[in-house]
């Protein structure tokens, strides 16, 4: 029986309800709107952390980040940590990533035997082959390196701000980073076993800001005809502002400029769309379409005019921590339709090692997507504050009801999704909801203190001071040496 392939693509902080396999009324996404009519989409799906780094090594790891410790986008996955690329690879997987992985050191190893990489932020853009393969062009990501280098961002004009970084790429089409990604990802099919057998994850930089698509994909939507999105407000609440004051001044986010940023933001993604049509073309043309898991996920979301925010950085409202994931199986394992039960980001990396028929390692917490087992609750977690003093914030949301932590018991917010689906109405003080509130805290609680904890950690193979042959030599002399004492000393207890 032949192994069945792996394709995750993977986009950046891509709003939830930005599909229109969501039932978005605007955007226009025809070829992941397909995948989602021949496989399942889930309506529930959460990120367990809203930050790039952090989501990505839970969704590798099966672990949230409050056990593998990474909690910054400059922070590194435990050596040893298991993880489904690493899992598949020792299972005989082919196994390569293309596009944006955020990881530090840059190069990884998280269980891919080929890293062609894309990079946005940290050391990772000057080190890795799409802005290397750029600088050959005689190129550079102009608006993209002054959204992301702080250097140049501080150096920016006033027409930067006022777009809030919003603007027709400086590059064309064929140069950017969402066509170089594709071109990878193409390369890696290309290279594909015909027996089976192969992962790919495609990770694209967008559509994470700045929203920069190329032309055509830059005048594509009329900002005045686009309509705004659930949790939209005319001001930003005194709360939200209090507590981050956002990466561009939430106060100076007119309607008409968020307008403008959503046709842009729309942009991106109908660019990401025709390219993943591309290459769902190349699997049906090498016969592959059938076998292939074919996935399409984010890290986060995306306020987009939620609260009159923009990006990320606050509260983990749902257009934040609610994601997409949209699964279509291989053949024989056919599940179609739509998933309207919770689920977790870490869910997934358990989902693909059992359609690849490999036992999760102890380590991982994910539930199996296609089990009848399911989340009661979904979790997420947040350090913010400064490395100095740290202050995690903390969600725990069930069908019905949202509990919202920052720093402590003393500072949470409480929402009936039912009743208040933008999360405007702070019930913390209801008495009225006493009972709810208390049970979710006893669950966040629970979660955090007992969930998934306490598992042993062995690695064989860890990184030692001595060479690994020269303790091999040593072990064989001592166990030469105890058995043959041992059998000298039989009779010692006669």
């Not at 059938?290 to 306020?303: A, L």
């Not at 400064?386 to 995690?392: E, N, Q, V």
């Not at 042959?469 to 059998?487: N, V």
């Amino acid at each position: 029986m032949k192994k069945p392939n792996i394709l995750l693509l993977h986009g950046d902080q891509h709003r939830w309800d930005c599909l229109g396999c969501y039932g978005n009324p605007d955007v226009k996404t025809p070829h992941i709107d397909c995948l989602a009519e021949e496989g399942t989409r889930y309506t529930n799906h959460f990120t367990v952390y809203p930050v790039c780094t952090p989501s990505r090594y839970s969704l590798f790891s099966g672990q949230y980040v409050h056990q593998h410790s990474a909690w910054t986008n400059q922070s590194t996955l435990p050596a040893g940590t298991a993880t489904f690329p690493r899992l598949l690879r020792q299972a005989g997987w082919h196994t390569a990533a293309v596009g944006k992985m955020h990881f530090t050191p840059t190069y990884l190893d998280v269980g891919f035997e080929r890293m062609t990489l894309s990079e946005q932020n940290g050391e990772g853009r000057f080190e890795d082959d799409y802005h290397t393969w750029l600088m050959e062009q005689g190129r550079i990501d102009a608006i993209d390196l002054t959204d992301q280098v702080d250097a140049h961002r501080r150096r920016a004009g006033r027409r930067y701000y006022d777009h809030f970084g919003a603007f027709e790429s400086d590059l064309p089409q064929e140069l950017h980073s969402t066509s170089w990604i594709t071109s990878q990802a193409l390369k890696e099919i290309g290279s594909w076993d015909p027996q089976g057998g192969n992962l790919l994850m495609a990770g694209y930089i967008k559509p994470h800001h700045p929203f920069d698509p190329p032309a055509p994909y830059s005048t594509m939507y009329d900002p005045a005809a686009l309509q705004l999105l659930p949790g939209y407000t005319p001001e930003v609440p005194a709360g939200d502002f209090a507590n981050h004051h956002g990466f561009f001044d939430h106060r100076t986010l007119t309607e008409e400029r968020l307008r403008h940023i959503m046709a842009m933001y729309y942009g991106t993604i109908t660019q990401i769309d025709t390219h993943i049509g591309e290459i769902l073309a190349l699997l049906k043309e090498k016969g592959m379409y059938d076998d292939t898991m074919i996935i399409y996920t984010s890290d986060h979301g995306e306020y987009l005019g939620c609260h009159h925010m923009l990006l990320k950085g606050n509260y983990l409202y749902d257009p934040l921590a609610r994601i997409p994931l949209i699964i279509k199986y291989p053949k024989g394992m056919e599940s179609v339709g739509r998933d309207d039960r919770l689920s977790e980001n870490i869910d997934l990396c358990a989902a693909i090692l059992s359609v690849c028929g490999i036992r999760p390692a102890d380590t991982m917490c994910g539930l199996d997507l296609r089990s009848e087992q399911r989340r009661s609750s979904v979790f997420s977690e947040g350090q913010y504050g400064t490395d100095a003093c740290p202050r995690l914030g903390y969600m725990l949301r069930s069908r019905q009801y949202k509990l919202l932590v920052n720093g402590s018991m003393e500072d949470a917010m409480f929402f009936d999704l039912e009743k208040d689906p933008l999360e405007l109405r702070n019930e913390i003080s209801n008495p009225a909801y006493r009972e709810e509130i208390r049970q979710l805290q006893r669950d966040l609680v629970d979660r955090v203190l007992f969930s998934g904890g306490g598992k042993n950690h062995l690695d064989v193979q860890a990184p030692q001071l001595r060479e690994p042959a020269s303790l091999a030599e040593r072990s064989r002399a001592l166990q030469a040496y105890i058995h043959d004492r041992i059998g000298q000393a039989e009779g010692w207890m006669d």
